[in-house]
């Protein structure tokens, strides 16, 4: 999750998971959400809209709250459910928050958080708030060489740079546009 | 990325920007959707970058918040497209908006597979990606072999199998089936040799799940972490772009050591030896420095590897290492270690033998409750809550309490939840127990539940040294001038009960207690008003001399709420308006609250229910099953800390009554007859209690004995099975009987020892009491020690009604360590229907347990119940057979009769049986007046001047058993003032059993002060009768064989 200082989110990231377990879940993730799952109004979109805006409304209000000099780390049973937890980055105008349970090691999620940034920063050489307004599709690609179903996958910003790169290149290699055939898109459509 | 070549939509993120409000947003926002669903309508002239655009901005405006309900078909047909960049966007955006149910992704099943089997790595990558994000039921049965064979595949890039790992880890949470544990123990060994960091990474997490699953079936993967933990943290073999601010991987190292904790322990010696060598020198070469992200990296690891050492139960020295370290974190600056530190520090409360150590930091501790960040002052909070105990109750208690006035609502009911769970759980007095609870309701009464106050009230019902102090309290807070609702009710409660205890102080009469509480009626809610009216009327009461003007008052107050719209305030205004009128029948009704049934506490309940199962949560659930309540075990001085029994989890013993006439009957009617008994209790107030302290010294002088208070209530049938053998197990009372049978054989060549409690010839411990004395002292009266050896001191406590007793033993522990496997048994006589609570397995230390014990008189005899009693200490095992004072004395009422109701009942019992005379001889020489006390000790009131000759005396009394249910006796003795050593005692009832036992048990008590001689000589015996051979009378080995 990355909200902005004025609560405005730029970046959501849900990776749900049905908890089958009791014991444990192992899900450091940017946000999981295990009980608010059974309400979902329609069984067949993620989390519905009005659900994540309360949520990063609740985790605004937590993180406006805290001055500068505290720790990173907040108990978000409340908004989350029981035994959840939440590290922090505030970095200028952004917050960086990682939602995960107890599973996970909060220090090790704080340098996850460390390294998502520091990514963002080679990537658009001294990252500001605006390239990633206007780069969040972009934000979505680094993620997902970085955190795969909520876990980490990738630890070594180089190495998420060097996938990130291959797959600009890829986009330009094809970037001239061929019609997607179009017997699949009306198979689509009926 | 062809961020560049999507201006439509940086230009709609741009306009979404510019917009002021909400509201504008909302509609630019609509326009957008509008255009999006017109165009996506008309797809024949989308162009596939249009189509990517659009579904960017889907996701864009569902990320702000607002309904996305269509396109999901355009979205998921994208992932169809033959070109990377929009098969990109149709996995990414599919992955964000969807979830697992969505019946596009069905269709599109086919596709997914074909490029995770496919030869195209990117797109191998793009659908691992997705599946492992979406997971999915579907997705887990079709695909979860291609994703296996990609994980261990030699072929394929590492970028692509750490994605299947993770892939398979989502599908395998979804479907455990997918991974079977047979082939995959070997597997996954193999898979932890991986070099290749990013997969391993991977593997990892992938391992942790299922050896958290099920850790027997991958033991053969312990050696690989350990190897791995060595090759990151001692080699530091490990490519530079993996090293994180010089650490060599630090979240491989913490998964690795987290997959640890799910083994059991490690037996393979080298395994752990070596283990052991990496986490020493993780905790040795940490060291807090400048860099924040070095610091923070390397704490990971070194608390994750504080956690490790934990679960492996180190040796002492390296757990004191770690406590020490904690120590120091909790004393850093820096914040996030500060609050790991307090974490660690709470979870570390599990771990025995470092709770002293970790008492040296409760300054430390305390002071972060002042931090300026709330996660640290609730981290340290816990942590308080945790290690509290009888130590260290007040000290901690007392600084929640002061907290409380500055914590934050949030925090507030937690807080004073917690303040009054340790306050009842280790309070070192009761005193202190009312205090902290009223000033909780005091300064946090929105926050003090009902549980928590009715508490309050059940204790100091049950403790009548704790009245007029409560009350007094009470009072004092009337005096505040706002005052929380709470206090009202308790302080109104407490006062009517107790009101008339303070008569004698200042400010304290019926009238001004009226006045004061009355002060608050106008402003308290209904519940309260109740409260508020039955105290008026317990106060009327109490107004001793009656008080016409206050009863005005009250009379008054009543009248109005008759027609009150409550329904309950109206029965009560009607009921105590008539019932003041009444008088004395007032003082009936309203007498003091019986006290109350012991039982478990709501709030230590509520705590458990309410605490999450997690490690650290249930290392408090531990220690609050190993001390037990103080009520039930009130421990005065500071416990050695660990001390605390791991054993003791409170198993309770039931003793069975045993009865030889195992007539269905009796139990029956007993069962009838002990309700109205109840009820009789109710009526007439509580029972004096004579004395009753928390104090271990005072304790010590015989008398003072404990309150009754809370206890629990369990009886496991295995562990009577424990005591009575396989035999209790058939459960009728005929088979009950056999273990005393051979418990008697035991005994009998001991037998001899008369009075004296039968040790256990190997008893090492013998008492420092005289038991025989004791018991006698006990015979004709109520409270006193019953046992004491060096150890532990069994001290007594009876009230008797009609021909029911309920005995209180109070088992005090004098060591500073606990008595283990404490065990009692009665062995009742068939006259007598015993039935003992439980009794707590463990004695902690300094500790006293109660065990209430009912009794109920069948029938008159003078056989005695003998307790069979032992524990152990260190490996002594000491057993004590201890003889109970339920005596026939107790079941005796002295009555004072005319000689108009005395002659004719003398008279009229004539039939031989039921008017025995008899000389006795031998009779210790008394002056008249010290005879007649000791009949008024034995319950028999002595009434002079119904027998004219000075020289004799007459005696009534009223005898109490199940089987002739109240029974006049009367008793004449004729003495001789020239020999004091003879007499001629004459004892008349309607039942010649009891007239005889009566007969038989003055006789005992005449003849000698029976403390200074071993047995009475034997009297006549009557062969009809069912009565122990007098020899035996206190043997009771020999005993227990008649009983047979």
């Known amino acids: ?190 | 990325m062809a961020l560049s070549g999507m201006r439509g939509l940086s230009v709609f993120i741009s306009d979404i920007r510019n917009c002021h409000n909400k509201e504008q947003e909302r509609l630019r926002v609509d326009k957008e959707l509008g255009n999006i669903r017109t165009r996506f309508k008309n797809e024949k002239g989308l162009s596939p970058y249009e189509k990517k655009k659009y579904v960017w901005k889907m996701l864009y405006i569902y990320m702000l918040g607002y309904d996305v309900d269509f396109g999901h078909m355009e979205t998921v047909s994208l992932i169809s497209a033959p070109k990377y960049p929009e098969k990109q966007v149709g996995y990414i955006v599919t992955s964000c908006l969807l979830n697992e149910n969505n019946d596009f992704l069905r269709m599109v099943i086919n596709t997914v597979r074909n490029d995770i089997i496919g030869r195209n790595e990117t797109f191998q990558c793009l659908a691992l990606t997705m599946v492992g994000n979406i997971g999915g039921k579907e997705f887990s049965e079709s695909l979860a072999p291609d994703v296996q064979k990609l994980l261990i595949s030699s072929s394929c890039r590492p970028v692509v199998r750490k994605k299947a790992a993770l892939c398979l880890l989502r599908l395998y949470r979804k479907n455990p089936d997918v991974v079977n544990i047979d082939g995959w123990a070997d597997r996954m060994a193999q898979l932890l040799d991986e070099r290749d960091l990013g997969v391993l990474t991977s593997v990892m997490s992938l391992f942790v799940s299922l050896v958290s699953n099920n850790a027997e079936a991958y033991w053969n993967c312990l050696p690989k972490c350990v190897r791995i933990l060595e090759r990151l943290a001692r080699n530091q073999d490990i490519p530079q772009e993996y090293t994180y601010y010089g650490i060599p991987s630090p979240w491989l190292q913490v998964k690795t050591m987290r997959a640890l904790q799910y083994f059991p322990t490690v037996e393979d010696p080298n395994a752990r030896r070596a283990l052991f060598e990496v986490l020493q020198r993780i905790l040795m070469g940490t060291d807090v420095v400048k860099n924040v992200n070095k610091n923070n990296a390397s704490h990971a690891v070194l608390f994750e590897a504080l956690a490790l050492v934990m679960h492996l139960d180190a040796e002492k020295e390296m757990m004191s290492q770690c406590v020490a370290l904690l120590g120091k974190f909790i004393a850093v600056r820096e914040p996030n270690i500060r609050y790991l530190g307090l974490e660690n520090m709470t979870r570390m409360l599990l771990v025995t033998d470092v709770q002293d150590i970790i008492k040296r930091h409760q300054a430390q501790i305390i002071t972060s409750l002042k931090d300026p960040d709330i996660s640290i002052r609730r981290r340290a909070l816990d942590l308080l809550y945790g290690m509290c105990d009888v130590t260290n109750a007040k000290e901690i208690v007392e600084e929640l309490l002061q907290y409380l006035n500055t914590a934050e609502f949030a925090m507030r009911e937690e807080l004073s939840l917690k303040a009054a769970i340790l306050a009842e759980k280790f309070a070192p007095d009761l005193s202190w127990y009312v205090d902290v609870i009223l000033q909780l309701i005091d300064k946090a009464g929105d926050f003090v539940s009902d549980d928590i106050w009715y508490r309050v009230v059940q204790f100091v019902t049950n403790n009548e040294d704790l009245q007029s102090y409560a009350a007094g309290k009470a009072r004092e807070y009337l005096d505040k001038p706002a005052i929380h609702e709470t206090m009202v009710k308790v302080s109104a409660y407490l006062l009517g009960e107790y009101g008339h205890l303070l008569a004698r102080r200042p400010g304290c009469s019926p009238k001004e207690l009226f006045a004061i509480i009355n002060d608050k009626l106008p402003t308290v809610s209904t519940s309260t008003v109740a409260i508020l009216l039955s105290t008026y009327a317990k106060i009327l009461m109490h107004t001793q001399p009656p008080d016409a003007g206050l009863q005005q008052q009250i009379l008054t107050i009543f009248k109005k709420y008759e027609s009150y719209i409550d329904v309950e305030i109206q029965q009560r205004a009607v009921e105590y308006f008539e019932l003041s009128r009444k008088g004395s029948a007032l003082a009936d009704v309203l007498a003091e609250m019986p006290k109350f049934p012991e039982r478990e506490s709501a709030l230590l309940k509520k705590a458990e229910d309410a605490e999450v199962d997690t490690a650290e949560q249930s290392a408090i659930k531990l220690r609050s099953q190993q001390q037990t309540s103080s009520a039930l075990v009130v421990a005065e001085h500071p416990s050695a800390n660990g001390s605390a029994p791991a054993a003791n989890h409170l198993t309770l013993v039931k003793v069975p009554s045993q009865t030889v006439s195992d007539i269905p009957e009796s139990s029956a009617t007993y069962e009838e007859v002990s309700n109205p008994t109840v009820e009789a209790l109710k009526e007439n107030g509580p029972v004096e209690v004579e004395s009753k302290a928390t104090d271990i010294s005072e304790i010590n002088h015989q008398t003072k004995v404990e309150p009754p208070s809370t206890s629990r209530s369990t009886s496991p049938a295995d562990l009577l099975a424990d005591l009575l053998g396989p035999l209790a197990i058939e459960g009728p009372p005929a088979a009950e009987q056999y273990p005393v049978q051979g418990l008697d054989a035991n005994q009998s060549p001991v037998g001899d020892l008369a009075l004296a409690t039968l040790e256990d010839q190997s008893n090492s411990v013998q008492p420092i009491v005289n038991v025989e004395e004791k018991f006698h002292i006990l015979c004709t009266k109520d409270s006193g020690v019953l046992y004491e050896d060096p150890h532990i001191q069994i001290g007594l406590k009876a009230e008797w009604r009609a021909h029911h007793g309920r005995l209180v033993l109070f088992m005090g522990n004098k060591n500073t360590s606990p008595l283990m496997s404490v065990r009692a048994l009665i062995l009742p006589p068939s006259h007598l229907k015993m039935e003992l609570s439980s009794v707590p397995d463990t004695i902690p230390p300094r500790a006293q347990v109660q065990v209430p014990l009912e009794v109920a008189n069948l029938r008159a005899s003078r056989d005695v119940a003998v307790l069979d009693f032992s524990y152990t200490f260190g490996t002594a095992l000491v057993d004590a057979k201890l003889r109970l004072p339920v005596v026939l004395n107790k079941f005796l009422q002295p009555i004072n009769l005319s000689p108009e109701e005395f002659f004719p009942q003398w008279k009229a019992l004539t039939v031989h049986s039921l008017k025995v005379q008899e000389v006795v001889k031998g009779v210790k020489p008394l002056p008249l007046p010290e005879m007649a006390n000791l009949f008024m000790s034995l319950h028999m009131a002595v009434s002079p001047g119904l027998d004219t000759n000075p020289n004799n005396l007459v005696a009534c009394t009223t005898f109490f058993s199940e089987a002739t249910r109240a029974m006049l006796c009367l008793i004449r003795v004729e003495t001789d003032p020239q020999d004091r050593t003879q007499l001629r005692l004459t004892v008349a009832s309607g039942d010649q059993y009891l007239t005889f036992e009566l007969k038989e048990f003055i006789k005992e008590h005449l003849i000698d002060i029976p403390r200074t001689q071993a047995a009475p000589p034997p009297g006549p015996v009557q062969p009809q009768l069912p009565a122990a051979v007098p020899a035996t009378y206190n043997d009771p080995g020999a005993m227990l064989a008649g009983l047979l």
């Open chain 1, 1 to 190: 999750m990355v909200i902005n200082t004025q609560a405005k989110p730029r970046l959501l990231k849900f990776y749900s998971f049905q908890v089958r377990y009791p014991e444990p879940l192992l899900l450091p993730s940017f946000v999981t959400i295990q009980q608010v799952l059974g309400q979902f109004p329609r069984r067949d979109q993620a989390l519905p809209p009005e659900k994540h805006q309360e949520l990063v409304r609740g985790v605004f209000q937590l993180l406006s709250a805290r001055p500068d000099s505290v720790s990173n780390f907040v108990e978000v049973d409340a908004i989350f459910g029981p035994g959840m937890k939440m590290v922090y980055k505030h970095l200028a105008t952004l917050y960086f928050v990682f939602v995960f349970d107890n599973s996970e090691n909060e220090l090790a999620m704080l340098d996850l958080v460390q390294v998502f940034v520091e990514t963002l920063d080679r990537c658009f050489k001294n990252v500001c708030e605006l390239d990633i307004v206007f780069n969040f599709n972009k934000l979505h690609t680094i993620l997902d060489e970085m955190i795969l179903g909520g876990q980490v996958i990738e630890t070594s910003s180089e190495e998420i740079m060097k996938s990130v790169e291959e797959i600009a290149r890829l986009e330009k290699q094809s970037s001239t546009t061929s019609l997607i055939p179009k017997s699949i898109s009306e198979r689509f459509s009926r």
